[in-house]
């Protein structure tokens, strides 16, 4: 069979490397499986038009027009359109109601066409949840301006704008007078390909949680992943500094929206993967279902690296018939894909902004997403990675400290606790570390207090390395406090100037520095390697990847 896959297109913001990720693992998957692959991608800078990759390669335009002229010379049997982020799902979409897979006998691989449109219209799909009766929060369907204007003295505000068949948030936003609606409102319909936004009720402050779901022809559906966002609603999940797997739900909350997210990709017909995005309620059970993006989406990318499962090469292989307990996994050679991967560690994904060369720029965030990158760090506990992620990020902060954010006033930073921004996680440790305590810090920024918990040991480790400084090191155990801080994840750069003051050239602040880099240096707890191999150890692997911790047993064997 001759498949046409359709790639991503240009990097631009909330969809980038991740795709061509997926791609390249779809391309091969389809390969594996015997069958001939045709791929267009306007974008020459990636590794899925790399030589070898697809068996014919078209650098063209992603457009109607030219992906008709490359389906007349190649007549592929099928096409693939759940690869290519957003711009794939709606360029078939475009072919579809054209006509021209019809035309010329192109059939959908994969998540039906119709499932598609009940997941990306906004209205197909709202009206689905009430069919399945899962709930979804009170909403507006606006395709007119005028119908725009005539909700506008009828909304609650603030309220949410998200615009159907669009990328990262784009045209969305939050509303909080007539006029913001009014404008944010217009622009959505604009940038829509369907000229279609919902206006919903705001959700503020609740948590988000996200469910990476795959499903086969056969029904067969497992959960890969579920992830938790620390910040809360309003904020788009590509500039959320997300968990993987949630910390902060009950048992009874974890299969509540496993239930609702299983419940709704088997009433779409989803054949492949699937990202449900949910908000849950912190004081009581009720949830709201918020989106579900039917396609291999920048979540999906994340949750394949997080937990070792390939979540692309899997949605390729079912898209042509194969299910899931017909796939092997890879990373052990024994197990199949039907089996859900296993987390014995903690994944913190911290987004990355160009803030930093555009300094003019609005730093606020909101459901419209601004990162350019992120950086994904793995360690035995949260503390750890969100540590190595920080050190990730490669800006000026190493760790929990900013010079910035230390010398705000008390009013200054309660602003910047309250408001989202690429710099709250910063203003959220100044908070803890000014002794406000996790009540006061969760009702201005309603991050989730076990988060805060957590960020405050950080800071209690700080405050003791930093009290250990002035007593010169009398009365503490220096060797084990520098152990602990390393276990927890402070890097040596850090705990160094904790413990000492390096300005000062005073003969006893000297020698005491020197007796410390010294300990520092005996302490410094070397590194060994645990697997991620998506079982936690239950099976041997055959080709697990690793991340490096600080612990006593190895995972790593010598060849």
Not at 29 to 47: Q, R, Y
Not at 75 to 93: F, I, K, V
Not at 452 to 461: C, H, P, T, Y
Request: net charge negative.
């Amino acid at each position: 069979m001759k498949v046409l896959v359709i790639g991503s297109g240009p990097i631009v913001i909330g969809q980038a490397a991740e795709f061509d990720y997926a791609g390249t693992q779809a391309c091969k998957s389809l390969k594996e499986e015997g069958h001939e692959v045709v791929l267009i991608n306007s974008n020459p800078a990636t590794i899925m038009t790399d030589p070898g990759v697809a068996d014919a390669l078209y650098i063209e335009p992603l457009n109607v027009d030219f992906c008709e002229r490359v389906i007349a010379r190649e007549r592929p049997d099928a096409l693939l359109p759940t690869l290519g982020g957003q711009t794939g799902l709606n360029l078939a979409t475009q072919l579809a109601d054209d006509g021209i897979l019809e035309k010329y006998n192109v059939k959908v691989l994969g998540t039906p066409l119709s499932a598609i449109k009940k997941a990306e219209d906004r209205e197909s799909f709202r009206s689905l949840m009430h069919e399945i009766k899962e709930p979804v929060p009170e909403s507006w369907i606006i395709q007119t301006e005028s119908e725009l204007e005539a909700i506008l003295d009828v909304v609650p505000y603030p309220c949410i704008i998200r615009p159907a068949y669009t990328l990262g948030g784009t045209g969305g936003g939050v509303a909080n007078t007539r006029q913001e609606l009014w404008e944010t409102g217009r622009k959505g319909l604009r940038l829509s390909m369907r000229s279609q936004i919902m206006v919903e009720r705001s959700l503020l402050g609740w948590k988000e949680i996200e469910y990476e779901v795959m499903r086969d022809a056969n029904g067969t559906v497992i959960t890969v992943c579920n992830m938790e966002n620390l910040d809360p609603m309003g904020v788009h999940t590509g500039d959320s500094i997300v968990v993987a797997p949630s910390q902060t739900l009950s048992d009874l909350e974890y299969h509540m929206m496993r239930t609702a997210s299983l419940k709704i990709i088997e009433a779409l017909g989803i054949e492949g993967g699937c990202n449900v995005q949910m908000a849950l309620n912190p004081d009581s059970f009720d949830y709201y279902i918020i989106e579900v993006n039917p396609r291999v989406s920048r979540s999906s990318a994340l949750a394949s690296k997080a937990t070792g499962y390939p979540i692309a090469r899997v949605a390729a292989k079912i898209a042509v018939g194969r299910t899931l307990d017909e796939i092997q996994n890879q990373v052990t050679g024994t197990t199949v894909a039907a089996f859900e991967p296993a987390l014995d560690y903690c994944v913190v994904k911290i987004p990355r902004w160009p803030f930093d060369k555009f300094a003019s720029g609005d730093r606020s965030l909101s459901t419209q997403m601004k990162a350019t990158g992120e950086v994904m760090a793995i360690d035995r506990s949260f503390e750890a990675a969100l540590m190595k992620a920080i050190r990730g990020l490669e800006v000026k902060s190493k760790d929990l400290r900013h010079a910035k954010i230390s010398v705000m006033d008390d009013e200054t930073l309660r602003g910047a606790i309250g408001k989202p921004t690429d710099e709250r996680l910063w203003a959220l440790a100044e908070g803890l570390r000014r002794g406000w305590g996790e009540d006061e810090v969760n009702r201005i920024s309603r991050v989730d207090r076990w988060f805060l918990r957590k960020i405050e040991k950080l800071i209690e480790i700080e405050n003791r390395l930093a009290a250990a400084r002035e007593a010169r090191g009398r009365g503490v155990n220096v060797p084990e406090l520098i152990r602990e801080a390393f276990l927890i994840g402070f890097p040596s750069p850090t705990i160094l100037s904790l413990l000492c003051e390096p300005e000062c050239e005073a003969e006893d602040e000297a020698e005491y520095r020197l007796t410390v880099r010294e300990e520092v240096a005996r302490q410094k707890v070397m590194p060994v390697f645990k697997m991620v191999d998506t079982c936690a150890g239950e099976f041997e692997s055959r080709t697990p990847y690793y991340y490096g911790t600080f612990e006593q047993e190895d995972d790593a064997v010598s060849s």
